[in-house]
């Protein structure tokens, strides 16, 4: 009994799941079967905690061709194309290893493109430290976390021939014990091509292909589930190696093999390996299935089922193959110097049968273990911290002074530009990137049909904190207006949910809340959520991130050369803010750095305003009245303004309440009108109920003047383009 016990506690099984176990099995498990059920049951794999709350995301639309469920979302984008996309969280392993943790996020989300049947184009993605500049050696693990895990994403997406194009970027103390790292990728196929992660049609073939099998990231699944504490460093074995250079290889047999309409499924080799590939193909057909791992490539002597079922060897692909194909398949993975071997087959029923040397060394139903995992209703409870912040009334300090308040927020990291970052990924490989790590959405020219996608992603996790509903919806409506803003029409999402352990009832109502802000706001901005993923256990000790629902969002625009930019165009045209600002700072950098405190609470969204608000944007960007665009973010209008005229060298002039400059309030756009336009802009926002505001015009002169205040451009540029460097690279 001690021995059980000590078994299931390596496992992460309570007593409750043993017994449920024994009674699937009519029997006790094996190590195995132990093995396996601990890591399609565990949380990583099962979503065991959050399904509940997964239900009801809108997943629908006319240009829906797949939604949740299978290795990625797939929209139609027109021309009998379709854009295939995902986003995943790789947080744990980025912690404990922050080179080969970030790297196998970017490999991982690639192959779930691919599988799929799609090519893919474009990578985005969203990274959270602690505290960059604290003095100490917290400062700077996390300054050495942040230089591992950009080199990560950059080698293997620069290896892999794919532009990242994009990215998200930001730091608070609540991640000191436990970074974020969210990858996003894109790829393209035509519709009629799409392959699905299904193993049936009983005597075809299961087929290894890609890497041999080492130890490498064994209990990478269920490591995953858990929090991080000071014993956490011993976890490095759990962390996945990555070749990008055998994934270029394995991407080129995989698209080989599906023009030649070889196989039936495919799925990649993630969590849990070839468990999870195995039994989630199986169970996606109610099939049955019978594996031979003695047949599996093997980097290491001696391996074992047990390992060779859990371990998170990159680069590895299971397929079920049309029968009769098996040479074909061969010969294929055999030009690209692949490993590749047929170690299976499918079988009636719903059974999984695995043989060591053609001895039975597991047999296990299928169901039960992929598609009726335990589903827990864990407490809920309103975070006792909301009583002391909801009820805090916060404004515009009289005493803080323009000038003042405008230098603290541009010197930040989140407002100073991540050059440093992006000039380490290649944005530009494909030759299909338009726009590229300038703020706003980022642009791609797909080849295919000549149409335009942007690509944004977002989440403000602070606003999160003090309403997680409303700060979730303001994320969904983030994102939607950076694409916009473009005159581009947002299309459908992913999202990425980051949140701190379940086994806390405060967390899990700040899940809750955030997943039903999503729905709400997705339903009603006509932007599906057609892919995701949970990530739990994000906490270190007794510290929990903030509440971090990561959102990536794609739009579709017909012609790119028409996409508008933030970039000043003349001098003397009008500066106008579309949408009302409503003098909000909660979450605001401005409480941030100036008040050094996070308080209040969030207005509802108005979703209707903001839905307004993409239309007007498309209408004024296609009839030419806009002539440059951009939503008003972090730092308010402006660090705006700012931001637009040193993309342009151009200046400006601006008379506004200095409460107003730097209000971050929801729904809100800055415009530039040429002044022979103006009266058709402003039939345009009488058209759509849409607010508008004169803000004042743009200069020859290479300053900004806010009020009274002049800020020279060249000063501007400086501390911008520097600062953020700085700060990285100090040892």
């Known amino acids: 009994m001690q021995d059980i016990q000590q078994s299931l506690k390596a496992h992460k099984l309570t007593q409750q799941d043993f017994k449920q176990i024994c009674s699937l099995l009519g029997r006790e498990p094996n190590l195995v079967e132990l093995g396996i059920f601990s890591a399609m049951w565990s949380e990583h794999c099962s979503y065991k905690s959050s399904r509940i709350y997964l239900k009801g995301f809108p997943t629908k639309a006319e240009w829906v061709v ?30 404990i290893e922050p080179y080969a943790g970030a790297a196998t996020g970017v490999g991982g989300i690639l192959r779930d493109i691919f599988t799929m049947g799609a090519r893919p184009v474009a990578s985005l993605n969203s990274i959270r430290f602690g505290d960059l500049c604290n003095k100490n050696t917290l400062g700077t693990k996390h300054r050495y976390l942040l230089r591992g895990v950009v080199k990560g994403i950059g080698d293997y997406g620069n290896c892999m021939g794919i532009p990242t194009i994009g990215g998200e970027f930001s730091t608070e103390s609540c991640y000191n014990g436990n970074i974020l790292v969210n990858a996003f990728s894109i790829g ?57 250079f055998t994934e270029k290889l394995l991407l080129e047999a995989c698209l080989e093999i599906f023009k030649e309409n070889l196989i039936i499924g495919i799925q990649d080799m993630g969590a849990a390996g070839l468990t999870s590939s195995s039994f989630e193909m199986a169970g996606r057909a109610n099939s049955g299935m019978r594996l031979h791992l003695d047949r599996v ?32 398949i061969l010969e294929i993975c055999q030009k690209w110097e692949l490993d590749c071997a047929i170690i ?104 295919e049909n000549g149409v335009g996608l942007a690509l944004s992603i977002g989440c403000n996790p602070r606003l999160c904190y003090l309403n997680p509903k409303e700060g979730a919806k303001r994320a969904v409506a983030k994102c939607g207006r950076e694409i916009a803003v473009l005159g581009a029409k947002p299309l459908a999402l992913t999202d990425c949910l980051n949140f701190g352990s379940p086994e806390n009832p405060e967390v899990m109502w700040q899940f809750k809340e955030s997943c039903e802000g999503i729905k709400e706001a ?54 106008y803010l579309l949408g009302k600002n409503k003098l909000e700072f909660s979450g605001s950098l401005y409480q941030k750095y100036c008040l050094n405190e996070l308080m209040g609470d969030l207005d509802p969204l108005d979703l209707k305003a903001e839905q307004q608000l993409w239309k007007c944007l498309y209408q004024g960007i296609q009839t030419h009245c806009i002539q440059s665009a951009k939503e008003v973010g972090s ?52 058209e759509y ?30 501390t911008f383009y520097h600062h953020f460097v700085e700060i990285a690279q100090k040892l």
């Open 66 to 95: 797949q939604g949740p469920g299978e290795n990625a979302g797939v929209i139609d984008i027109g021309g009998g194309i379709v854009a295939v996309f995902k986003m995943e969280s790789h947080n744990h392993p980025s912690f």
């Open 188 to 244: 393209i196929a035509k519709k009629e091509e799409i392959f699905y992660g299904r193993a049936e049609g009983i005597g075809n073939p299961v087929i290894y292909m890609g890497s041999k099998t080492g130890r490498d990231g064994l209990g990478g699944a269920v490591m995953s589930s858990d929090s991080f504490n000071e014993h956490s460093a011993s976890l490095r074995p759990t962390v996945q190696l990555g070749d990008p």
């Open 297 to 328: 490539p093997m980097r290491e002597n001696n391996m074992n089922p047990y390992e060779l079922m859990l371990s998170e060897s990159q680069e590895r692909m299971l397929l079920c193959a049309k029968k009769g194909c098996e040479k074909r």
């Open 344 to 447: 299976g087959e499918v079988c009636e029923g719903d059974t999984m049968e695995l043989l060591w040397y053609d001895e039975v060394c597991a047999k296990l139903p299928i169901s039960p273990i992929s598609e009726n995992a335990p589903i827990l209703q864990r407490p809920v409870k309103i975070p006792q911290y909301l009583s002391q912040t909801t009820h805090k009334q916060v404004g515009f300090h009289p005493s803080h002074s323009l000038e003042e308040v405008f230098k603290t927020l541009w010197n930040s990291l989140e407002i100073s530009s991540k050059q440093w970052i992006y000039e380490q990924y290649d944005s530009s490989v494909q030759g299909n990137t338009y726009r590229s790590n300038e703020g706003d959405a980022s642009l791609l020219r797909i080849k």
């Open 522 to 575: 997705a339903a009603f901005l006509q932007t599906p959520v057609v892919s995701g993923n949970v990530s739990l256990y994000n906490r270190s000790d007794d510290m929990e991130i903030f509440p971090t629902p990561s959102i990536a969002m794609v739009g579709i625009i017909q012609n790119p050369n028409e996409a508008m930019d933030a970039k000043f165009k003349k001098v003397g045209n009008a500066l």
């Open 635 to 686: 730092g308010g209008i402006a660090i705006t303004l700012a931001k637009m005229a040193i993309l342009s060298e151009l200046g400006c002039k601006i008379q506004l309440d200095v409460a107003e400059l730097f209000s971050e309030s929801p729904s809100l756009a800055i415009v530039e009108i040429p002044q022979d336009r103006i009266q058709d802009f402003e039939r345009i926002t009488k």
């Open 689 to 718: 109920g849409i607010h508008s505001t004169y803000l004042g015009y743009i200069l020859k002169e290479s300053y900004v003047q806010l009020n009274d205040i002049r800020f020279k451009i060249k000063d501007l540029r400086q």
